[in-house]
């Protein structure tokens, strides 16, 4: 059931790619535009879970997605901040979108520098929120700072979960499908609010114009 609507089976995919597969997923969906789809809410948490289970260990998982995480974003900065303002010319493709770019460009100008730790928990918004901090050219420190403090609550965190939940709770891998698909809702909904209330002021501001 996870695989129809996922599109992924976590499990299977997280046993086949082991520690370098994870790195590198992780690693995308940081700061690469191909990555933007990639569920990493849920597959840390599911390979928190493995961990919990005795199919990884947990130190090495942790550590190894924190870096992934850190580092993807470093390269998002580094990307946006040579490209710069050229990026928001590019022509629409399956790989960007300037609805994507500009979605994260809003959630940056009202948030801040917290918006590096706040869209580590937002998909899409993720993976474009350090290459807006390149392009806007962020004070590197604090860019580097804010980071490293959300892919600490984001890598760590969300495996910690998957890890604490598996290892404490008997019998918890019969709720694993509910557990992921809420972590999935609970991730997408603040996006698709954000959406909705774009397209209503959209049509108030139309009107208003007419």
Do not use: C
Not at 101 to 129: D, M, S
Request: aromatic share 16%.
């Amino acid at each position: 059931m996870i695989d129809l609507l996922t599109g992924f089976d976590l499990v299977s995919i997280i046993k086949s790619v082991g520690y370098i597969g994870l790195f590198a997923i992780i690693f995308a969906e940081s700061g690469l535009f191909i990555g933007f789809f990639l569920p990493g809410d849920s597959l840390l948490f599911t390979a928190g879970f493995l961990a919990s289970q005795g199919f990884l260990n947990i130190w090495i998982l942790t550590t190894l997605t924190f870096l992934a995480a850190v580092l993807g974003d470093n390269f998002g900065y580094a990307f946006g901040r040579k490209v710069g303002p050229a990026i928001f010319k590019r022509d629409d493709s399956w790989l960007f979108h300037k609805d994507h770019l500009e979605r994260a460009k809003i959630f940056y100008e009202k948030h801040g520098a917290k918006t590096l730790v706040l869209a580590r928990f937002l998909p899409i918004v993720r993976t474009f929120a350090p290459i807006l901090a390149g392009v806007g050219r962020m004070h590197y420190p604090t860019f580097f700072f804010y980071n490293v403090l959300g892919g600490f609550f984001w890598a760590i965190g969300m495996t910690g979960l998957g890890y604490f939940l598996g290892a404490t709770i008997p019998g918890v891998d019969k709720y694993l499908i509910p557990i992921i698909l809420a972590i999935i809702i609970v991730s997408i909904l603040p996006t698709l609010i954000h959406i909705i209330k774009n397209k209503e002021y959209s049509r108030s501001k139309a009107t208003i114009d007419k």
